[in-house]
C-alpha cells in the first residue's frame, strides 16, 4: 500500500473531515431502501470516533445538477446513522455556512455532524477550488472512503486534498488492496470473467487482463460479438458491428488460448421474460432470436475452466439478469465463484448488484463498491481521488 491510511495518523482529538459514499435508494417518501453503502462506512467512523476524534461527514446523492432538490437531501442518513451511535448525529443544511463552520469547530471528541448533498453545489462536480477551500474549513484532516467516485475529479475527491493533509479510509484501502492483489500480485492461475452489454465499454479492460491473466472467460451480451466474429448468425442479438474487428484481432492473436467463449445459449424470441425461449449451440440461434443468456453446456465449460483458479476476477453479468429468465448463468457463474477455493474479486456496478440481487454473495472475498471506478482501475489507470490522498514515504 503506497497511501497513508487513516490508521496511520494520531486521530485523537482531531475534527475529521471524511467524504463516504452514501448514495443510497430511496422510495417516493424519502425512506432508505438498501443500507449497505452506510453499513459499509459504520467500521471506519467507528475507527476514526474511537481514536478520540469527532468527524464531519460529507456524501452526495444522485444527481441534482447543482440544484437544491428536497427529494435527494441526505438527511434521512443522519438518522440511519443515529442507530449505530449512541448520540445525536448534527445536520448541516448548507456545508457552506459560517453556522456549519462554527457548528464543526464547536464539535466534542465522539460527534458527528453530517452535511448536505454536495450535488447540491455545482462547485461539486466543476471541482471548484474556492468550494473545496470553504469545505476544508470545517475538518482539521481529510479522509477518503468515496471508492465508488474517486475515478472523477471532483472537489471532494481531488479539491478538498490541496489545502487538507488527507488520508485513505479502511473501505478505499480494502478495496486498493484487493484489486491491486490481483493485478499485480495474483496466486495463479488467475482467470477472469468479462460479461455484461459491450464489447466497447470493455475494450481497455480486456487490453490490460489479456497479457496478465491464464484465462479469460467471456460471457453476457459483450460474447455476441466474439461469437459473431468466429462467423456465427447471431441473429436479432446485441452484436456490435463496429467491434467485430477488435474481437476477431483478439481471438487470432497472441492470447487466443486463454480464450473461453459461450458453446450454447439462452436465446429469446424477444426482449421480454415472456419471450419463447430456447437453449440452443451458437451455432444454431433461431432465426429472429436474441441471446439473452448462457445456456448450461457453457456454464459447464467455465466451470472446468474455473476449476483450478486461485484468483478470479468477475466484471460483468452472463445475461440479462434483471429478468428472471435470463438469470441463470449468471446465477450458476456466482454459486461456482463463490465455492471456489480462490481468491475471489468482483467488479461494482452491475456485476456486484447482479450478484446481490440474487443473494449469492456467500464465498466471494471482495465485493467492488465502485462500478465506473473499479473499471477503471483494472483498466490500470491511476483514481484522480486516490492520486491526491497522501503517500507513504520510506514504508513498504
Ligand atoms: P455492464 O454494465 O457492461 O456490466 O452491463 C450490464 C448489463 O448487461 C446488464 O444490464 C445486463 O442486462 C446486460 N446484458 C448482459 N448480457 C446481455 C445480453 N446477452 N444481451 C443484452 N444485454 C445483456
Redesign the pocket.
Known amino acids: 500500500m503506497k497511501k497513508l491510511s487513516v490508521r496511520d495518523c494520531d486521530l485523537k482529538g482531531k475534527r475529521v473531515l471524511l467524504r463516504a459514499d452514501y448514495n443510497v435508494p430511496m422510495d417516493e417518501h424519502g425512506n432508505i431502501t438498501a443500507f449497505m453503502r452506510i453499513e459499509e462506512s459504520i467500521p471506519t467512523l467507528k475507527y476514526i470516533l474511537d481514536q478520540g476524534a469527532s468527524l464531519v461527514i460529507l456524501t452526495h446523492l444522485g444527481r441534482p445538477q447543482g440544484q437544491r432538490v428536497s427529494a435527494m437531501s441526505v438527511k434521512p442518513v443522519a438518522q440511519v446513522l443515529e442507530r449505530y451511535f449512541d448520540i445525536k448525529v448534527k445536520f448541516a443544511e448548507d456545508p457552506l455556512a459560517e453556522e456549519t463552520l462554527a457548528l464543526c469547530q464547536g464539535l466534542q471528541p465522539g460527534e458527528i455532524v453530517l452535511c448536505e448533498n454536495l450535488r447540491f453545489y455545482p462547485g461539486e462536480e466543476a471541482n471548484d477550488d474556492d468550494f473545496a477551500r470553504k469545505l476544508a474549513r470545517l475538518g482539521e484532516l481529510y479522509v477518503n472512503e468515496c471508492f465508488s467516485v474517486d475515478h472523477r475529479s471532483h472537489a471532494s475527491t481531488v479539491g478538498i486534498a490541496k489545502y487538507l493533509p488527507t488520508y485513505i479510509g479502511l473501505l478505499l484501502e480494502k478495496e486498493i488492496n484487493a484489486l491491486t492483489k490481483v493485478l499485480e500480485n495474483p496466486d495463479r492461475p488467475l482467470v477472469a470473467i468479462i ?4 464489447v466497447s ?2 475494450i481497455k479492460i480486456l487490453a490490460k487482463l489479456l497479457p496478465i491473466v491464464d484465462k479469460l472467460i467471456i ?6 460479438t466474439f461469437l459473431a466474429a468466429k462467423g456465427y448468425n447471431m441473429q436479432k ?2 452484436v456490435e458491428e463496429a467491434k467485430i474487428g477488435f474481437a476477431k484481432e483478439i481471438l487470432d492473436g497472441a492470447y487466443a488460448d486463454k480464450i473461453y467463449l459461450p458453446v450454447d ?1 439462452r436465446a429469446a424470441s424477444d ?1 421480454s421474460n415472456d419471450a419463447v425461449i430456447k437453449v440452443v449451440p451458437v451455432d444454431a440461434v433461431p432465426l429472429n432470436y ?4 448462457i445456456g448450461e453446456k457453457t456454464v459447464a465449460v467455465f466451470a472446468t475452466a474455473l476449476a483450478d483458479a486461485k484468483t478470479i476476477l468477475w ?9 428472471s429468465h ?1 438469470a441463470a448463468g ?1 446465477k450458476d457463474i456466482a454459486k461456482i465463484v463463490g465455492d471456489a477455493d480462490a481468491y475471489s474479486v468482483i ?1 461494482g ?3 456486484a448488484a ?1 450478484v446481490r440481487s440474487i443473494g449469492m454473495e456467500k464465498g466471494i472475498s471482495h465485493i467492488s463498491t465502485g ?1 465506473g471506478a473499479s473499471l477503471k482501475f483494472l483498466e490500470g489507470k491511476e483514481l484522480p481521488g486516490i492520486a491526491a490522498c497522501l503517500d507513504k514515504v520510506g514504508k513498504d
Do not use: R, Y
Open positions: 460479461g455484461g452489454a459491450k465499454d470493455k460471457g453476457g451480451g459483450m460474447a455476441n442479438s446485441l445459449v426482449f436474441q441471446c439473452l443468456d466484471n460483468g453479468p452472463m445475461g440479462v439478469f434483471e429478468m435470463f449468471t467488479g456496478g452491475d456485476s447482479a462500478g
